[in-house]
């Protein structure tokens, strides 16, 4: 489960928490003495004898502080499992039951975790009399509801999850399920919600005692003492120091460990920004230099971490269109994003040479430039457009920003060049939010964009990997059809042999961050490659074969 | 010899909506049968259908001949049981919290499951798809993606099914880990009982894998036979697009 | 066309309408059965110990405790629909005026604190996690986190009573206590407030980090917007929905704390008048003020979700369960 590695916040929150335990368990004994003792000088201010002052009644501020902390600790406890153990059982239990039940009951969670669950702890409270059973009862039962949906949500996840489904059609029984499969899986995000119950339940039933409706004089916890001194404030405003301190203290080690647990379960790796050398935006291009796209040497690599990319060198001529080929982790998609411009600031980047035509791309070229010039098409997974705007405004972009048209120029020329990518309707697309749209129409309309904005590259990320076949024969025609009428160059990343073979001029067969060989469409036809990966790639993609049978039969 | 699978007019929809319109399959015994579509095709509906994963609206689902909804309830249990399903992602098919040895004991045993009652079955499973025996104390993280799906093959065939079915096991996978998990079924048609429905929108692998395809359109079956017949001289409009769309195929040209 | 845009419309309305139904039912039963749950003779709970048979037998007239348990449920019910909730033991007064003596002071007192939250927190969650976005600004990062998780440790009756020590009882700045001017209004609100602000913030800036990981954002970096019009076209609207849903509940819950601020500032609101309720056990009111907290914090939610239908028409397609 993770690394073992302590942070600092898991350290702190350890430390403080264990240090509270001891003062819960020692502190009645030890300081019982001052902490109920009527002594003459009540109402004394901070001094030698009494640290924090004493109250009207002459006893140790400090003293009962830390003493209150047993029975804060005690009740925030029994309350947690309370809520905890009723969550869970409700939770599980509504999992368990019929689609009916389960659909009303989730209704009814819904509607009470709406209400503040002080207010329904009050309802509670005002049945049973007030005092320490009555408080954990009330705030226990009101933090069941939200603890119930938790669990709800998290046991609906992992039923409907492919193991739990395998695991009915072998007819594994449902308690078994249960036991085997989802409360393991739960265990440790309810642990780390537990720690939230905690902190919650702890600061809501100092709330009640300090309202006067939990605990009772002659018993105390750090939200009566807190509520006693409030009436005392203006003589003895140290008095309010002792439990304001406990309860944040509390509250900020059960946080702590929280934190610590939920950053050992889920690991996010966030990496600081690299700082990139300056660099000038244009650089000249040599006179004998006829290609559009020059990539010398280039590495991209996490800093002090592993290099992704390693040294690759290539040239677009204009209007030609070369394929990355490679499997995942190859690099390909980074090599792309470095010549887009556009990759990620956590990576380290470096190359002798990395121009579009003059765009340094290892400078900060101006955006109208790049906008105009380079074109990005991604993978379309569903999610490349942005789901809460209209398809106009989003494919009209580019026009807008770089090209200075107005809205109506620019939605009649994406209009014609969607009708001209066989998108029906293409007026009433505009109008509608990418979900209305398949996928293939969606990466239609980012082509189709490409064709108005007449760039100079084309930057294509896998653009027809998660399309059906006869989908992405439709999308592959269009790119075919833009690099004929405008001769567009193109760097186009996929996977699949057999797509790069039909609609580009070179192929570079990449791996492990470097490119293993340099193909033509003719050599991978007829099947003249000479590096083992490019082989054993060739292999491992079983070809259609409808070839008339050759008398071998 | 009687079908392992057949389903006689099967109609299914979810909510209003229609998903397999009359839906007649059959998968002769030891016969690896391929099933192509699109996506929305049905052909993902069709597998979960068989398995009782959806309920048909309509339509009989006979395995080795026996109607799955006309026997009790018992038996449809045992039914069950001799037809296994591997679903497409290997990552959320195998528990996290389950070893390997678990996982396979449960297939075995859904009630006891204890890997220690099986321990012989469970290697040999395992050695079917070339893991080795200490796999079996191992947690599915300790895995790549190409190994869980292995291990889902073998929790698959531990139970010695009549049928098994797998869902577009290969599709979230590289293509050199995709060749790997062919192989390996090919090596497994030949020494396997069982009957394979193979669904896949890769018709290539198809036509490496099966002996028999099913090509659906729209929750229809628009074309069934042998998968070289089929490929070589296709009947339906729709399959000679479909075919035509592969690129490296005869048809397929972009301008 | 037109019958397609409405009747998204029409069954959202449904749904909520069923949603606010169901709540107020909810509601009803359980603030009915607050006097029925009583251990023992809830009459005599009510009385104390020392009264006699006839004080007794005049509150079991009272609360309707003599009648079998339908026919109360009917009678409330039925005081409900004309909006009779009873009179108060306590004052003799009618149970609605008392209330609607208080509403005023806590809605104000909510309204103030949810508005400032709002403005504050969500342009600083967006511009934190903007400035920090892949790893730029760590120092930030931790700034933001240090500070948000330190008040987020300090409940809200704890930085009450510290506000008042120092901005009343030490710098006299503003009064300690009551609800007579608008200076007496500050120490509350900043209460009040200072939490939620740190909870929302932090929600928000997590939302937009997770925004900003987007594919559309990435598409939209392809098309070099500037960074201006990227934050406020392309993120803030995708922000502003899971922002809203969740700091509904939140706000909701801020209810409750205002039930405990009200204590510390003898603020005459409802929270005030729930607690003295619940210690003089007058049933009646504290019936009532349950209902009516009830009702804003159902309010709040319906709002947040026509708020949210209006922003972004897709959430209404997503039914619960």
């Given at each position: 489960?993770?690394?073992?590695?302590?942070?600092?916040?898991?350290?702190?929150?350890?430390?403080?928490?264990?240090?509270?335990?001891?003062?819960?368990?020692?502190?009645?004994?030890?300081?019982?003495?001052?902490?109920?003792?009527?002594?003459?000088?009540?109402?004394?201010?901070?001094?030698?004898?009494?640290?924090?002052?004493?109250?009207?009644?002459?006893?140790?501020?400090?003293?009962?502080?830390?003493?209150?902390?047993?029975?804060?600790?005690?009740?925030?406890?029994?309350?947690?499992?309370?809520?905890?153990?009723?969550?869970?059982?409700?939770?599980?239990?509504?999992?368990?039951?019929?689609?009916?039940?389960?659909?009303?009951?989730?209704?009814?969670?819904?509607?009470?975790?709406?209400?503040?669950?002080?207010?329904?702890?009050?309802?509670?409270?005002?049945?049973?009399?007030?005092?320490?059973?009555?408080?954990?009862?009330?705030?226990?039962?009101?933090?069941?509801?939200?603890?119930?949906?938790?669990?709800?949500?998290?046991?609906?996840?992992?039923?409907?999850?492919d193991?739990?489904?395998t695991?009915?059609?072998?007819?594994?029984?449902?308690?078994?399920?249960?036991?085997?499969?989802?409360?393991?899986?739960?265990?440790?995000?309810?642990?780390?919600?537990?720690?939230?119950?905690?902190?919650?339940?702890?600061?809501?039933?100092?709330?009640?005692?300090?309202?006067?409706?939990?605990?009772?004089?002659?018993?105390?916890?750090?939200?009566?003492?807190?509520?006693?001194?409030?009436?005392?404030?203006?003589?003895?405003?140290?008095?309010?120091?002792?439990?304001?301190?406990?309860?944040?203290?509390?509250?900020?080690?059960?946080?702590?460990?929280?934190?610590?647990?939920?950053?050992?379960?889920?690991?996010?790796?966030?990496?600081?920004?690299?700082?990139?050398?300056?660099?000038?935006?244009?650089?000249?291009?040599?006179?004998?230099?006829?290609?559009?796209?020059?990539?010398?040497?280039?590495?991209?690599?996490?800093?002090?971490?592993?290099?992704?990319?390693?040294?690759?060198?290539?040239?677009?001529?204009?209007?030609?269109v070369?394929a990355l080929v490679g499997e995942s982790g190859s690099?390909k998609s980074?090599?792309?994003?470095?010549?887009?411009?556009?990759?990620?600031?956590?990576?380290?980047?470096?190359?002798?040479?990395?121009?579009?035509?003059?765009?340094?791309?290892?400078?900060?070229?101006?955006?109208?430039?790049?906008?105009?010039?380079?074109?990005?098409v991604y993978q379309d997974p569903g999610?490349t457009?942005?789901?809460?705007?209209?398809?106009?405004?989003?494919?009209?972009?580019?026009?807008?920003?770089?090209?200075?048209?107005?809205?109506?120029?620019?939605?009649?020329?994406?209009?014609?060049?969607?009708?001209?990518v066989n998108i029906?309707?293409?007026?009433?697309?505009?109008?509608?939010?990418?979900?209305?749209l398949s996928g293939g129409m969606r990466q239609r309309?980012m082509i189709?964009?490409?064709?108005?904005?007449?760039?100079?590259?084309?930057?294509a990320d896998e653009p027809t990997t998660a399309l059906d076949v006869t989908v992405q024969h439709e999308v592959l025609r269009q790119f075919r059809r833009i690099h004929?009428?405008?001769?567009?160059?193109m760097?186009f990343i996929s996977h699949d042999l057999g797509v790069v073979e039909a609609l580009c001029d070179r192929i570079l067969v990449m791996k492990?961050?470097?490119?293993?060989e340099?193909l033509t469409p003719d050599r991978l036809r007829s099947r003249d490659v000479?590096h083992p990966y490019t082989k054993a790639l060739m292999e491992a993609v079983p070809v259609v074969d409808v070839a008339p049978l050759q008398g071998s039969a | 010899?009687?079908a392992t699978l057949e389903t006689r007019g099967l109609h299914v929809?979810f909510?209003?909506t229609p998903v397999l319109r009359d839906v007649n399959v059959t998968v002769p015994a030891h016969t690896a049968v391929g099933l192509v579509g699109e996506s929305g095709s049905g052909k993902s509906t069709l597998g979960k259908t068989v398995v009782?994963i959806n309920?048909p609206?309509?339509g009989?689902v006979?395995v080795?001949?026996?109607?799955?909804?006309?026997?009790?309830?018992?038996?449809?249990?045992?039914?069950?049981?001799?037809v296994q399903y591997i679903p497409q992602d290997p990552f959320s098919s195998?528990?996290?919290?389950?070893?390997?040895?678990?996982?396979?004991?449960?297939?075995?045993?859904?009630?006891?499951?204890?890997?220690?009652?099986?321990?012989?079955?469970?290697?040999?499973?395992?050695?079917q798809v070339r893991?080795?025996?200490?796999?079996?104390?191992?947690?599915?993280?300790?895995?790549s993606g190409g190994q869980r799906q292995r291990i889902a093959i073998a929790?698959a065939l531990?139970?010695?099914p009549r049928l098994v079915i797998a869902d577009e096991i290969t599709s979230a996978l590289d293509v050199s880990v995709q060749a790997e998990i062919v192989a390996l079924l090919r090596s497994l048609e030949r020494t396997m009982e069982a009957s394979l429905l193979f669904i896949s929108h890769n018709l290539a692998v198809v036509q490496a894998l099966c002996e028999h395809v099913v090509v659906m359109y729209r929750g229809a079956i628009v074309e069934q036979g042998r998968v070289d017949d089929v490929y070589r001289d296709p009947k339906h409009d729709y399959t000679r697009t479909l075919l035509a769309s592969v690129p490296g195929s005869e048809g397929f040209h972009l301008d | 066309?037109?019958?397609?845009?409405?009747?998204?419309?029409?069954?959202?309305?449904?749904?909520?309408?069923?949603?606010?139904?169901?709540?107020?039912?909810?509601?009803?039963?359980?603030?009915?059965?607050?006097?029925?749950?009583?251990?023992?003779?809830?009459?005599?709970?009510?009385?104390?110990?020392?009264?006699?048979?006839?004080?007794?037998?005049?509150?079991?007239?009272?609360?309707?405790?003599?009648?079998?348990?339908?026919?109360?449920?009917?009678?409330?019910?039925?005081?409900?629909?004309?909006?009779?909730?009873?009179?108060?033991?306590?004052?003799?007064?009618?149970?609605?005026?008392?209330?609607?003596?208080?509403?005023?002071?806590?809605?104000?007192?909510?309204?103030?604190?949810?508005?400032?939250?709002?403005?504050?927190?969500?342009?600083?969650?967006?511009?934190?996690?903007?400035?920090?976005?892949?790893?730029?600004?760590?120092?930030?990062?931790?700034?933001?986190?240090?500070?948000?998780?330190?008040?987020?440790?300090?409940?809200?009756?704890?930085?009450?009573?510290?506000?008042?020590?120092?901005?009343?009882?030490?710098?006299?700045?503003?009064?300690?206590?009551?609800?007579?001017?608008?200076?007496?209004?500050?120490?509350?609100?900043?209460?009040?407030?200072?939490?939620?602000?740190?909870?929302?913030?932090?929600?928000?800036?997590?939302?937009?980090?997770?925004?900003?990981?987007?594919?559309?954002?990435?598409?939209?970096?392809?098309?070099?917007?500037?960074?201006?019009?990227?934050?406020?076209?392309?993120?803030?609207?995708?922000?502003?929905?899971?922002?809203?849903?969740?700091?509904?509940?939140?706000?909701?819950?801020?209810?409750?704390?205002?039930?405990?601020?009200?204590?510390?500032?003898?603020?005459?609101?409802?929270?005030?008048?729930?607690?003295?309720?619940?210690?003089?056990?007058?049933?009646?009111?504290?019936?009532?003020?349950?209902?009516?907290?009830?009702?804003?914090?159902?309010?709040?939610?319906?709002?947040?979700?026509?708020?949210?239908?209006?922003?972004?028409?897709?959430?209404?397609?997503?039914?619960?369960?």
């Amino acid at each position: 489960m993770g690394s073992g590695r302590w942070t600092a916040s898991m350290i702190g929150g350890v430390v403080l928490g264990l240090g509270l335990v001891a003062v819960a368990v020692v502190a009645p004994i030890a300081l019982a003495g001052p902490a109920a003792q009527l002594s003459g000088d009540a109402g004394q201010g901070p001094g030698p004898e009494h640290l924090l002052g004493t109250d009207n009644l002459g006893r140790d501020n400090l003293a009962r502080a830390l003493v209150a902390t047993r029975l804060t600790l005690l009740m925030t406890t029994a309350t947690t499992v309370v809520a905890v153990v009723g969550g869970i059982v409700v939770g599980v239990g509504i999992w368990l039951s019929g689609p009916r039940v389960r659909k009303v009951a989730l209704r009814l969670l819904e509607t009470a975790v709406a209400y503040p669950s002080l207010v329904f702890a009050l309802v509670i409270a005002a049945i049973l009399r007030p005092g320490v059973v009555s408080s954990v009862v009330a705030i226990g039962v009101a933090g069941i509801p939200s603890f119930a949906r938790l669990t709800a949500n998290l046991a609906a996840k992992i039923s409907t999850s492919d193991y739990v489904t395998t695991a009915r059609l072998l007819g594994v029984p449902t308690w078994a399920i249960a036991v085997r499969h989802t409360l393991p899986n739960m265990a440790e995000p309810l642990l780390i919600l537990a720690t939230t119950v905690f902190a919650l339940s702890m600061v809501e039933l100092s709330a009640l005692s300090f309202i006067g409706l939990g605990v009772q004089s002659p018993s105390y916890d750090f939200g009566l003492l807190l509520n006693e001194s409030l009436t005392q404030i203006y003589t003895q405003p140290t008095s309010v120091v002792g439990p304001s301190i406990m309860i944040v203290l509390t509250g900020l080690a059960v946080m702590l460990l929280g934190d610590a647990l939920a950053a050992r379960a889920n690991p996010r790796g966030v990496r600081p920004a690299v700082r990139r050398p300056s660099a000038p935006a244009v650089v000249p291009v040599p006179a004998d230099d006829g290609a559009l796209v020059r990539v010398g040497n280039l590495r991209v690599g996490v800093p002090g971490g592993p290099e992704l990319v390693r040294g690759v060198s290539f040239t677009i001529e204009p209007g030609e269109v070369v394929a990355l080929v490679g499997e995942s982790g190859s690099g390909k998609s980074l090599t792309a994003m470095s010549v887009a411009g556009l990759q990620s600031e956590e990576l380290e980047m470096h190359a002798d040479v990395l121009r579009v035509g003059e765009l340094n791309m290892l400078g900060q070229p101006d955006a109208g430039r790049l906008g105009r010039e380079i074109a990005v098409v991604y993978q379309d997974p569903g999610s490349t457009f942005n789901p809460s705007l209209r398809m106009g405004v989003q494919l009209t972009e580019v026009l807008r920003s770089h090209l200075g048209m107005g809205s109506g120029r620019a939605r009649k020329l994406v209009t014609e060049a969607l009708a001209r990518v066989n998108i029906s309707e293409p007026a009433q697309r505009l109008r509608q939010h990418p979900h209305k749209l398949s996928g293939g129409m969606r990466q239609r309309c980012m082509i189709a964009t490409t064709m108005v904005t007449t760039p100079k590259l084309i930057v294509a990320d896998e653009p027809t990997t998660a399309l059906d076949v006869t989908v992405q024969h439709e999308v592959l025609r269009q790119f075919r059809r833009i690099h004929r009428e405008q001769g567009t160059a193109m760097l186009f990343i996929s996977h699949d042999l057999g797509v790069v073979e039909a609609l580009c001029d070179r192929i570079l067969v990449m791996k492990e961050g470097e490119i293993v060989e340099r193909l033509t469409p003719d050599r991978l036809r007829s099947r003249d490659v000479h590096h083992p990966y490019t082989k054993a790639l060739m292999e491992a993609v079983p070809v259609v074969d409808v070839a008339p049978l050759q008398g071998s039969a | 010899m009687t079908a392992t699978l057949e389903t006689r007019g099967l109609h299914v929809s979810f909510g209003r909506t229609p998903v397999l319109r009359d839906v007649n399959v059959t998968v002769p015994a030891h016969t690896a049968v391929g099933l192509v579509g699109e996506s929305g095709s049905g052909k993902s509906t069709l597998g979960k259908t068989v398995v009782g994963i959806n309920t048909p609206r309509q339509g009989q689902v006979l395995v080795h001949g026996e109607d799955v909804f006309a026997v009790s309830r018992r038996r449809r249990a045992a039914m069950r049981r001799q037809v296994q399903y591997i679903p497409q992602d290997p990552f959320s098919s195998l528990s996290p919290r389950r070893t390997v040895g678990q996982t396979l004991a449960e297939a075995l045993d859904p009630v006891r499951a204890r890997p220690a009652d099986h321990e012989e079955a469970i290697v040999h499973a395992l050695e079917q798809v070339r893991l080795d025996a200490g796999a079996m104390r191992k947690y599915p993280h300790q895995f790549s993606g190409g190994q869980r799906q292995r291990i889902a093959i073998a929790r698959a065939l531990v139970v010695q099914p009549r049928l098994v079915i797998a869902d577009e096991i290969t599709s979230a996978l590289d293509v050199s880990v995709q060749a790997e998990i062919v192989a390996l079924l090919r090596s497994l048609e030949r020494t396997m009982e069982a009957s394979l429905l193979f669904i896949s929108h890769n018709l290539a692998v198809v036509q490496a894998l099966c002996e028999h395809v099913v090509v659906m359109y729209r929750g229809a079956i628009v074309e069934q036979g042998r998968v070289d017949d089929v490929y070589r001289d296709p009947k339906h409009d729709y399959t000679r697009t479909l075919l035509a769309s592969v690129p490296g195929s005869e048809g397929f040209h972009l301008d | 066309m037109t019958s397609v845009r409405e009747r998204p419309w029409v069954r959202f309305g449904l749904q909520r309408l069923g949603g606010l139904l169901l709540s107020f039912a909810v509601l009803v039963a359980v603030t009915f059965v607050i006097v029925p749950l009583i251990p023992g003779d809830p009459a005599v709970a009510v009385a104390g110990l020392e009264a006699d048979g006839a004080e007794i037998a005049r509150i079991r007239q009272e609360l309707g405790l003599d009648q079998p348990l339908h026919v109360q449920f009917l009678d409330y019910v039925g005081g409900l629909l004309t909006l009779d909730l009873g009179t108060s033991f306590a004052s003799g007064q009618d149970v609605a005026t008392v209330i609607l003596a208080r509403l005023p002071f806590t809605a104000e007192l909510a309204l103030f604190a949810i508005t400032l939250v709002l403005v504050i927190s969500v342009p600083a969650g967006m511009f934190v996690a903007f400035l920090t976005h892949g790893g730029r600004r760590p120092w930030l990062d931790h700034l933001f986190n240090v500070v948000t998780s330190l008040v987020y440790a300090v409940p809200q009756y704890v930085m009450a009573t510290m506000l008042v020590v120092v901005f009343a009882v030490g710098l006299g700045w503003f009064p300690a206590a009551g609800a007579e001017t608008v200076s007496s209004l500050v120490l509350p609100t900043l209460a009040l407030m200072l939490l939620p602000t740190c909870v929302v913030s932090r929600v928000v800036r997590r939302e937009t980090a997770v925004v900003l990981d987007q594919d559309y954002i990435r598409t939209a970096r392809g098309w070099r917007i500037g960074r201006l019009r990227l934050f406020g076209r392309y993120v803030l609207p995708n922000v502003i929905t899971t922002t809203l849903t969740l700091s509904g509940l939140i706000l909701a819950a801020q209810l409750g704390g205002a039930v405990v601020i009200e204590t510390v500032f003898a603020f005459p609101g409802l929270g005030q008048g729930i607690v003295e309720a619940i210690l003089s056990r007058d049933y009646p009111v504290i019936r009532g003020t349950i209902l009516v907290l009830g009702l804003m914090a159902t309010l709040i939610l319906v709002v947040v979700d026509v708020i949210l239908a209006v922003i972004d028409p897709r959430s209404m397609e997503d039914d619960h369960g």
